[in-house]
């Protein structure tokens, strides 16, 4: 089964940038599409970006467009986030998850929780003003 385990998470000051990175382990990676989600405190999880298997197709949520970089290294089967001038309101915990490629149907699939069957224990991101 695949297990993921995400890292690079922490306390940072606003303005600041951060580097996740989800390890993935069990599956052969190439074959996942993955997906970063987050959910703050006293709010629902949220999709954040993802990505297919090559890497090359990208999707993120309108809002985080343009500060969020998402990527994968299937050398390392690791899947990374790119996080820059963090602002307070993105201050979650940070989740990647992941799915087999042949079980997204549609590149709007990624959009959503419910189509990722594998997630990590997830990594906490505090933005200070």
């Known amino acids: 089964q695949v297990q993921l385990v995400e890292s690079g998470g922490g306390l940072v000051q606003a303005g600041g940038s951060l580097r996740l990175s989800c390890a993935f382990s069990?599956?052969?990676?190439?074959?996942?599409?993955m997906g970063w989600f987050r959910q703050a405190p006293g709010k629902e999880r949220e999709f954040v970006a993802a990505?297919?298997?090559?890497?090359?197709?990208?999707f993120y949520a309108a809002s985080l467009k343009g500060r969020f970089t998402i990527s994968r290294d299937n050398a390392k089967n690791t899947l990374y986030l790119q996080m820059i001038n963090l602002k307070p309101e993105d201050t979650a915990v940070y989740y990647c998850?992941?799915?087999?490629?042949?079980?997204?149907?549609?590149?709007?699939?990624?959009?959503?929780?419910?189509?990722?069957?594998?997630w990590g224990q997830g990594t906490q991101v505090t933005v200070s003003s």
């Open positions: 998850a992941a799915e087999r490629f042949d079980r997204i149907t549609s590149s709007s699939s990624l959009y959503l929780q419910e189509n990722y069957g594998s």
């Open positions: 990505l297919g298997r090559s890497g090359s197709n990208t």
């Open positions: 069990g599956r052969t990676f190439s074959v996942y599409a």
